[in-house]
């Protein structure tokens, strides 16, 4: 039985994806209804499907302290931490912790692979990667950890947690852990992932990519369309930030019943759902959004349409974002968790981008278009391969 946990305030938050750079932009399209996927312009062969690209990666440069982290991934990340003046607050933070009393707990599915797979390409007559690419620093899956870590200037507990696409979700839960535990006094957690040819030609081989924009529990879906992002908050306890919106609770589970198929009954998406109410302390009826998984597979969406249909009343609302930003992996839970965030502060439920004819599984919840409502609590769900799930639940600060 999960016992509840005290709440920790966001303190600071602040997302990057092909919505563009910062809180503003993403509030901006998910109310307007204005998603960001574009036709593939990315991987190395041609591949007909659509993207979730962040533009302005490639113009992005490390600082040269940090030169030895140069990658595609680390770029992103770096790129997301200067957004909402999150990269002063952690700072600020790590100055009234120390540096060693604030964690850092990322996410990831593929760290920086793609660098990995450009010194591949390019091979030698020796069979050696090119001379710039000899860095084993960036062809491991703690590169992203390690860039941040350094570059933020911490030395508490440093973590990366890879459970596909739950990834970063469950960071909130490692947080929340070693906050509790006394390891640490803070944390900054997150998520990035970048678009490279593994992940493209990798879900494209299990026929799980859309030739179009994808169309999240509608009935015509034909797939996921893969994106990237980069997201960061800062974890405190409440009596720091008494104002800031709260981590309520997170739930998690591992059914285990296939590599890349959830299980028909959405036995452990349950088990993680009722684990973040029984945690925050919450009844179903009190949850006002949920954020859905709902990448736009067949049976992703029907599982997770089934389970959100039977486990809440007609009043919650519930949408997938991904119509608007691609499935973004390892990225996926911080984006989604920020989405949470922000239906939150500005009482938005975001619209269900390219669902016209919704699935039959779909309940009343279901918000197809954006809505202006009260939001207290959010809810959001991160269903990785594997049966790797989690859920987090998110709260206003009482008045």
Known sequence: MSVPIQPLAVSAYTVTSALGQGLDSHLAALSSGHGGLRENDFSSAPLACWIGRVDGVEEAELPAAHAS?????????????????????ALDARLRYG??????VLGTSTASIGATEEGYRHLDADGRMPAELRRPLIHAPHSLAGFVAEALGLEGPCLTVSTACSSSAKVFATAERLIRLGLADAAIVGGVDTLCDSVLFGFNALELVSPEPCRPFDQARHGISIGEAAGFALLERVDHAPHAPRLLGYGESSDAHHMSTPHPEGVGAELALRDALARAGLRAEQVDYINLHGTASLKNDEVEAALIARAFPSTTRASSTKGFTGHTLGA???????????????????????????????????????????VN?????????GGNNACLAFGRAPA
């Open 69 to 89: 982290w140069e990658c595609r991934n680390n770029r992103l990340a770096w790129l997301g931490l200067q957004q909402d003046r999150f990269l002063e607050q």
């Open 99 to 104: 540096a060693a009393r604030v964690a850092l």
């Open 332 to 374: 996926a839970g911080i984006l989604e968790a920020v989405f949470a965030l922000l239906a939150i502060r500005h009482n938005v439920v975001p619209g269900n981008l390219g669902c016209t004819d919704p699935d039959a599984a779909c309940g009343p919840q279901l918000a197809l278009q954006s809505e202006q409502r009260s």
């Open 377 to 385: 609590v959010a809810l959001s769900n991160s269903f990785g391969f």
